[in-house]
């Protein structure tokens, strides 16, 4: 899933401060799993800027919504009848979301509520990390299902490099050397001679180097 | 017990401190509580192993979340007890009325006041 | 092995003589003087000169243009080549403009990573890992031709070399990367800097069971210390470095004076023992910042004079 993280909450006021009818939109997919823009974190939200506002002596409406997801049209289209008494609409969607909620809502500012991370699993409920990079181009048949592009700091296709220590990256002993990961299973599938074979340099067109990407499928468009 | 307590004190009874969520705590403040606190079982001993944990996170969040706008963090607090501790009860209630009324009430009651007038 | 370039330390190699090396860093502006003294130090004690190329990710004079200024002087420099900031264009084209000087000599890296210099906040590129840049420059070499097909008029000659380190984890794919290098086309090999012998001549034997030291010429990198607290530092701030409690006691056993006098002692006995290894075929020797004690350690280790220009 996209892994996101709640701005901090004096950025999100210096956003919104001089509005004053607000919508803040949750989304309730990603961003609720990893607890950053869901049901839950919308009220929290809405509660503490309704408390910052206040105290500051400026009246400010904010109201709440939760949509399935933001990165569809037709989930989007369910606020249409509301969004014009809202100044501003602050979107905890991740950056998916927000930038389409402004593509839908073209005359209404839209603001992010969250910083969009990275594309990663739920290791333990509060941690998440990353595993893909959606190169375009997926190699983890090779590498027994680690991907060095998204796991490797320096995504070394021909790893590991001289500075990884006891399985951690150089870069950090939080991080695990994507490449010892991929010994170590190639080991365990009895595959460890596929290590020498020479992985090539990679086109790297399919990633955002080419450009933003489009996917379509002719068989499925109406 | 029928022990003494400041009669400042609003008692929401709930199963376990584990129910208490930190948007509960937040619209306390925005409805004008001047504090909250929040008394569970003493870590260790909850009956639903660990509700008072989750509570004690909670409230913490819900600090940081006061002092960032402006209502003040020390506002909120955790205690914990046994339920047959009434005399602690009693005294962590005097303590956080004390404390609470040493600062003054909740800063976002003036707009709410103005508000009304 | 006959040459397939003109580079002096590949002539050397070839004549089965020992080859020593030894390396410079830049510096922190534009100063070309305070390379050109170092290389003039060093010059008749070594074979080639390397120069690094933002070593530690700290943005130096780059490497390409120091190299030049120690090929103007007649010193036969080797190029130090990361892919950490540069994409396959950008390395193809300073490899065109390396050649464009003759400079024959060049060492295919990683790069450590920028989090570590200067500009931590920067990108960093790896369009290609070190591997592939093998793979590059022998392609530009031997076919000819540029990674997109094109015919290079005039290709670059040289001898490319890559780094190993017997002393980083895991151990047990170190020889196998020695391997993978060789097929990628490594033709020379400089270690990181050896201070567990017993560790070393290990990962040789492993080596040399696959006759890989007759496919490649391994030249053992060895660094002085200058102090205990440098020791020390190395052994546990710096990733994939070896040094053994014994070495770090024997530096820390002498008096502080005394103690460049030991690292430099340290250093030639390694040297001494490793020239009775079996497929070692020369020294790097990295004393950066102590370029000056370069010769003494060559000559004390029975490495002086150098052939003559071949």
């Known amino acids: 899933m996209i892994v996101a993280e ?133 190699i983890l ?14 995504r070394l296709l021909n790893g590991p490099c001289g500075g990884s220590t006891k399985g951690k990256c150089e870069i950090s002993k939080d991080l695990d050397c994507a490449w010892q990961l991929i010994i170590d299973r190639l080991k365990e599938l009895d595959r460890l001679d596929e290590y020498e074979q020479i992985a090539p340099i990679k086109d790297w067109s399919t990633e955002r180097a080419g450009g933003p990407r489009r996917v379509v499928r002719e068989d499925v468009r109406q | 017990m029928r022990l003494r307590y400041p009669d400042s004190i609003r008692i929401i009874r709930v199963p376990c401190t584990g129910k208490v969520d930190v948007i509960h705590i937040l619209r306390a403040f925005e409805k ?27 409230v913490d969040q819900a600090r940081t979340i006061l002092n960032a706008v402006g209502v003040g963090g020390d506002r909120v607090k955790m205690f914990n007890l046994s339920s047959g501790e009434g005399p602690r009860f009693a005294e962590y209630a005097v303590e956080m009325t004390d404390k609470i009324r040493e600062m003054g009430p909740n800063p976002i009651k003036r707009f709410r006041e103005k508000q009304a007038a | 092995m006959s040459v397939k370039t003109p580079s002096r330390l590949e002539k050397i190699l070839d004549s089965g003589r020992l080859a020593v090396t030894s390396e410079c860093g830049p510096p922190r502006g534009s100063d070309a003087e305070v390379i050109t003294k170092k290389a003039e130090m060093i010059r008749d004690y070594v074979d080639a000169v390397n120069i690094t190329d933002n070593q530690t990710s700290v943005t130096r004079l780059c490497s390409l243009a120091a190299c030049i200024h120690l090929k103007l002087m007649g ?17 193809q084209s300073d490899i065109l403009g390396a050649a464009s000087f003759d400079i024959h000599n060049i060492l295919c890296l990683s790069g450590d990573h920028q989090q570590f210099g200067d500009c931590p906040q920067g990108q960093n590129v790896f369009d290609i890992d070190s591997m592939q840049l093998i793979q590059t420059v022998r392609h530009m070499r031997d076919e000819g031709k540029f990674l997109g097909g ?146 003494e350690i060559v000559e004390r280790s029975g490495l002086y004079p150098r052939p003559e220009q071949i």
């Open chain 1, 6 to 138: 709640k701005k901090p909450i004096e950025e999100v006021i210096e956003m919104v401060k001089d509005f004053r009818k607000i919508l803040i939109a949750g989304c309730n997919e990603c961003v609720t799993v990893c607890e950053a823009g869901g049901k839950k974190e919308v009220a929290i939200l809405a509660s503490a800027l309704s408390m910052y506002f206040m105290n500051q002596g400026k009246k400010m409406e904010i109201d709440e919504v939760t949509l399935e997801r933001q990165c569809d049209h037709e989930y989007l289209e369910e606020i249409r009848n509301t969004m014009d008494q809202y100044d501003a609409v602050l979107s905890l969607a991740c950056g998916v979301g927000v930038q389409f909620m402004a593509e839908t809502y073209f005359s209404t500012p839209v603001y992010p509520g969250v910083n969009t991370c990275f594309m990663g699993v739920t290791e333990e409920r509060g941690v998440w990390t990353e595993r893909c990079q959606g190169c375009g181009e997926c």
């Open chain 3, 150 to 295: 094109e015919e290079i008029r005039r290709p670059p000659r040289m001898f490319v070399g890559a780094a190993a380190n017997p002393f980083a984890d895991p151990f047990e794919i170190r020889v196998p990367r020695l391997a993978k290098k060789i097929a990628a086309g490594a033709e020379f090999i400089q270690t990181q800097c050896i201070y567990n012998l017993d560790k070393f001549e290990l990962w040789m034997k492993q080596a040399r069971d696959r006759g890989l030291h007759e496919k490649v010429y391994i030249l053992a990198g060895v660094t002085p210390f200058k102090s205990a607290g440098m020791a020390k530092y190395m052994k546990n701030r710096v990733p994939g470095m070896d040094v053994p409690d014994e070495v770090v006691k024997r530096m820390a056993g002498v008096p502080k004076e005394k103690q460049p006098e030991e690292g430099i002692a340290i250093c030639v006995e390694t040297i001494q023992r490793l020239k009775a290894c079996e497929g070692v075929r020369g020294f790097h020797i990295m004393a950066i910042e102590w370029e000056e004690k370069v010769p």
């Open chain 1, 141 to 154: 048949g090779r590498t027994a299902g680690i991907c060095p592009i998204s796991r490797c700091a320096k």
């Open chain 3, 75 to 91: 010193i036969e420099p080797t190029l130090q080549m990361v892919v950490r900031d540069r994409n396959r264009i950008a390395l």
């Open chain 2, 32 to 58: 004008g509580a001047d504090g909250v606190y929040v008394v569970g079982c003493l870590e260790g001993d909850c009956r639903f192993e660990n509700g008072n944990l989750r509570a004690r996170r909670r």
